[in-house]
Nanobody, 121 residues
């Protein structure tokens, strides 16, 4: 069974940090790019970050660049999203998704269930 399971969300004060994890199983993790997305109530889904499968290139949305860092540990089939200097506007459900090959804006094959991140003022 293919699974992507996000964890690490929670409630944090503005300026604080969280580290999200995306644990994958049921597919060849090393062959897939892993993207992070988020969706806040009443808003469109937003691309947050992505890390490619082969070259390890990373990408960030403009709203999080300089504050978030994505990394992967292929031995653990896990991708991490380190989120620093969190702002209330970062509040959303965060999803990870897998796409075979390199990072791309769409056409992701698998999606996780999401984890809630809430940043208070």
């Amino acid at each position: 069974e293919v699974q992507l399971v996000e964890s690490g969300g929670g409630l944090v004060q503005a300026g604080g940090s969280l580290r999200l994890s995306c644990a994958a199983s049921g597919f060849i993790f090393d062959d897939y790019a892993i993207g992070w997305f988020r969706q806040a109530p009443g808003k469109e889904r937003e691309g947050v970050s992505c890390i490619s499968s082969s070259d390890g290139d990373t990408y960030y949305g403009a709203a999080v660049k300089g504050r978030f860092t994505v990394s992967r540990d292929n031995a653990k089939n896990t991708v991490y999203l380190q989120m620093n200097n969190l702002k209330p506007e970062d509040t959303a459900v965060y999803y990870c998704a897998a796409l075979r090959g390199l990072c791309a804006p769409d056409q992701y094959d698998y999606w996780g269930q999401g984890t809630q991140v809430t940043v208070s003022s």
